[in-house]
C-alpha cells in the first residue's frame, strides 16, 4: 500500500477539455513532486513544491499549471493539451529535512490520454 | 550536461545473479538511488550510495564510485518477481537537490 495516492488512475480527454490530477500524501511529508514518464523516457521532473512553495519549475509548458494547497495535496490543472503530452504523470513526496536520505515515494501514477 | 546511461534491456534465469550498470555525468553530486518498478506500477526505493562503496540489503546490493561517475545494482538469487525496471537517478546538489533519473533498464528473468 502507498502512502501517495493518486486520481483519477486513468485519464482520456481532448485537447480543448480542462481537466484536474490529483494527489495526496499520508507520510507527514514537506515536499511534493510532480513528474512526467514517457515511453523509453526517462521522469521528468515537472515541479516541486517544498514547504508548500513551488521551488522548481523545468520550463514545463504553461498548459500545466500546478496548485499546492497544503503540505499535504498537489494537483495538476491541466488545459488545452496535445497528444504529445499524453503519459504517466507521477506524484512524489519526500522528507527533507537534515539527516534523512530524501528519497522519493511515488503515487501509481495518472495515466494520461489526450486525443 | 546532465546525462544518466543504464543498458536499455536485459535478461537472465531465476536463481542467477545479474549486475545493472549506471554511469553519470552530472554538474553536482549529492547521492545515488536505484528504484524497482513493475509495469503499472509505482517506482520503489531500493537504495542509495552517498559515499564510495557497496551497500548491501538483502538479494539487492548497489556500489558506487564517484571518481568513476559509476554505480550498479546486484541482484542476487533471482526470482521471477524481479523481472521489473530499475531506474538510477542521481542528486543534484545544485539548487534544489533535484533527482535526474536515467531512462530504466528493464530486466526480464526467465525460468
Known amino acids: 500500500e502507498t502512502g501517495v495516492t493518486q486520481t483519477p488512475r486513468h485519464l482520456v480527454m481532448g485537447m480543448t477539455n480542462k481537466k484536474s490530477l490529483k494527489c495526496e500524501q499520508h507520510?507527514?511529508?514537506?515536499?511534493m513532486y510532480w513528474y512526467k514518464q514517457s515511453a523509453k523516457k526517462p521522469l521528468e521532473l515537472m515541479f516541486v513544491?517544498?514547504?508548500?512553495?513551488?521551488?522548481e519549475n523545468n520550463s514545463v509548458p504553461s498548459r500545466f499549471s500546478p496548485e499546492c494547497p497544503n503540505s499535504s495535496h498537489l494537483f495538476l490543472h491541466l488545459h488545452t493539451l496535445q497528444p504529445e503530452d499524453s503519459a504517466l504523470y507521477l506524484c512524489?513526496?519526500?522528507?527533507?529535512?537534515?539527516?534523512?536520505?530524501?528519497?522519493?515515494?511515488f503515487g501509481e501514477g495518472s495515466r494520461l490520454t489526450v486525443l | 550536461g546532465q546525462n544518466i546511461d543504464q543498458p536499455t534491456e536485459m535478461t537472465a534465469t531465476e536463481g542467477a545473479i545479474v549486475q545493472i550498470n549506471c554511469t553519470y555525468q552530472?554538474?553536482?553530486?549529492?547521492?545515488l538511488f536505484w528504484y524497482q518498478q513493475h509495469a503499472g506500477e509505482a517506482p520503489t526505493f531500493l537504495s542509495y550510495?552517498?559515499?564510495?562503496g557497496l551497500e548491501e540489503k538483502g538479494r539487492f546490493s548497489s556500489f558506487l564510485s564517484r571518481s568513476k561517475g559509476y554505480s550498479y545494482l546486484l541482484l542476487k538469487e533471482l526470482q521471477m518477481k524481479d523481472s521489473a525496471s530499475y531506474l538510477c537517478?542521481?542528486?543534484?546538489?545544485?539548487?534544489?537537490?533535484?533527482?535526474?533519473f536515467g531512462t530504466g533498464t528493464r530486466l526480464q528473468v526467465f525460468p
Open positions: 512524489a513526496s519526500s522528507d527533507e529535512g537534515v539527516g534523512g536520505t530524501g528519497e522519493l515515494f
Open positions: 507520510l507527514g511529508h514537506n515536499a
Open positions: 513544491y517544498s514547504l508548500e512553495e513551488r521551488v
Open positions: 552530472t554538474s553536482g553530486f549529492n547521492g
Open positions: 550510495n552517498v559515499l564510495d
Open positions: 537517478a542521481v542528486r543534484d546538489a545544485v539548487g534544489t537537490d533535484k533527482l535526474i
